[in-house]
């Protein structure tokens, strides 16, 4: 098992061209050609392709003049892309018949959200550097109608969720788990991501009616169900709209990967496996996991806390605590996502608040460096003394202590006055290098700002960092 609710990356910049196809006779080739309804191939070669294009009498130089990385920096020119991209934007070289003459070109997909959102492809010669055409496959939210629909999640619940008529070339009306019904929000959307591990492949998750009722579509449906579940948590409890607070849009991409037992923030949006079965169902089930990963969203855009060490499981328990204030059925961590082979071992959660001895840490790397019998410690004595290069120095097993301590202070004042007092601390006092007794600082500066020096708020917080040993 790698580890689950993982580390969430920066992920501002791109480095570059994801992947440049070349082109290669004897493989499939990468020709974008119109579309025609009397034949179609699945693959070609060169000159099979070329004739297909009415070209063959022309002879084609394919060499191309300019690199693919000088073709992105074009493009991302040409359609005034923003720094932050939705994805790593893909290179092609491609046959482009465009006004009756053929170029070599490189097709470039760049997209990105924003003022103005865009899902570019644009053309650009490869020989001239020039724009030889470009536009804007992007779905437009004013020219789609969002709706109400159903789904089916993973374990057979029913959803109601807000999803968007999409209307494509030939195909008639569909319908998008793409969700713009909040003021100031850019949308809820959930894309689709195949089994495979290329985002640039994924899609906004289409399907026929408004009602996703399909085993595929469960996970999807959940993910998506379970966004909008925590946007709501965030705005309605703490008056934050979105993640980074200013209405960014809530991606989700699901079915990432084969047999993928983590989820994960990277930065710009959430990626949940199918799990393998054997230790995990699909992650997207969770609501709790939905917050957790949602939550290391909110603290790069507050605290930033930096992965590592006593940091990076303060930052780990952030996380764990809004994931069970928002799913707040129980003080337990990812008990929808376990498999039933794993809850038959009486595996039946991952982490618990409310008594962390009463799971084993199942990582055996992490479990070596245990002084309590390898069961998550819940006090300063139990601390699993790692180096970096294991968990990033225990921030999925040290996080348990100060999930704990929240647990004890909402035992006395209630889940929604922790909720308040640890989002304060998070949003207002907390810094990228904060530890854990600064943790406690924060978080009794916050309940004296929010209910006065002296209150059973106040004393509340003391009494559970006292009670696992955080001073």
Request: hydrophobic share 35%.
């Amino acid at each position: 098992m790698s580890s689950v609710f993982a580390n969430p990356v920066d992920s501002k910049v791109v480095t570059s061209v994801q992947a440049s196809e070349k082109w290669n006779a004897k493989a499939s080739v990468p020709v974008f050609m119109k579309e025609r309804h009397a034949e179609k191939f699945s693959s070609s070669n060169t000159p099979n392709a070329l004739n297909y294009l009415k070209i063959a009498d022309t002879a084609v130089d394919m060499t191309a003049s300019l690199s693919s990385d000088a073709a992105l920096k074009k493009a991302l020119s040409a359609v005034n892309a923003p720094e932050e991209l939705t994805y790593e934007p893909t290179s092609e070289l491609v046959v482009y018949p465009f006004e009756g003459e053929n170029y070599t070109a490189y097709k470039v997909n760049v997209n990105f959200i924003g003022d103005d959102p865009g899902n570019w492809f644009v053309f650009v010669d490869a020989k001239t550097g020039e724009v030889i055409n470009k536009y804007n496959g992007l779905m437009h939210a004013d020219e789609m109608k969002t709706q109400k629909g159903a789904g089916k999640g993973v374990h057979g619940a029913h959803r109601e969720l807000h999803i968007t008529q999409v209307k494509e070339a030939k195909s008639g009306t569909k319908f998008a788990l793409a969700d713009y019904s909040h003021k100031n929000l850019e949308g809820i959307i959930t894309y689709d991501a195949k089994n495979d591990t290329t985002a640039s492949n994924d899609t906004i998750h289409v399907g026929n009616s408004a009602a996703f009722i399909g085993d595929y579509d469960r996970a999807l449906v959940d993910a998506h169900y379970n966004s909008e579940k925590v946007y709501n948590y965030y705005l309605n409890e703490h008056g934050r709209n979105s993640l980074d607070g200013n209405g960014m849009a809530i991606i989700s991409r699901v079915h990432y990967g084969t047999n993928y037992n983590n989820a994960s923030w990277n930065g710009r949006w959430m990626t949940y496996g199918d799990g393998d079965g054997e230790f995990m169902i699909s992650l997207s089930a969770g609501l709790d996991v939905a917050a957790h990963e949602m939550t290391h969203g909110v603290i790069t855009y507050t605290a930033n806390i930096v992965y590592r060490g006593q940091p990076g499981a303060l930052n780990e328990s952030f996380a764990d605590i809004f994931g069970a204030l928002v799913d707040d059925d129980d003080w337990e961590m990812g008990e929808d996502i376990m498999a039933p082979a794993e809850k038959a071992k009486g595996n039946t959660v991952l982490r618990s608040l409310r008594d962390p001895h009463s799971v084993i840490v199942q990582n055996e790397q992490r479990r070596a460096y245990s002084t309590n019998g390898g069961v998550y410690p819940k006090h300063m004595n139990e601390f699993y003394h790692m180096p970096t290069s294991v968990d990033s120095g225990g921030v999925h097993v040290n996080s348990s202590i100060t999930n704990h301590a929240a647990y004890l202070i909402a035992q006395d004042i209630g889940r929604q006055k922790l909720g308040k007092i640890f989002y304060r601390a998070l949003s207002v006092y907390l810094t990228p290098n904060s530890d854990f007794s600064d943790a406690r600082k924060a978080a009794v500066q916050s309940a004296i700002d929010l209910y006065g020096g002296g209150s059973k708020e106040e004393a509340a917080v003391h009494s559970g960092f006292d009670a696992v040993g955080i001073y």
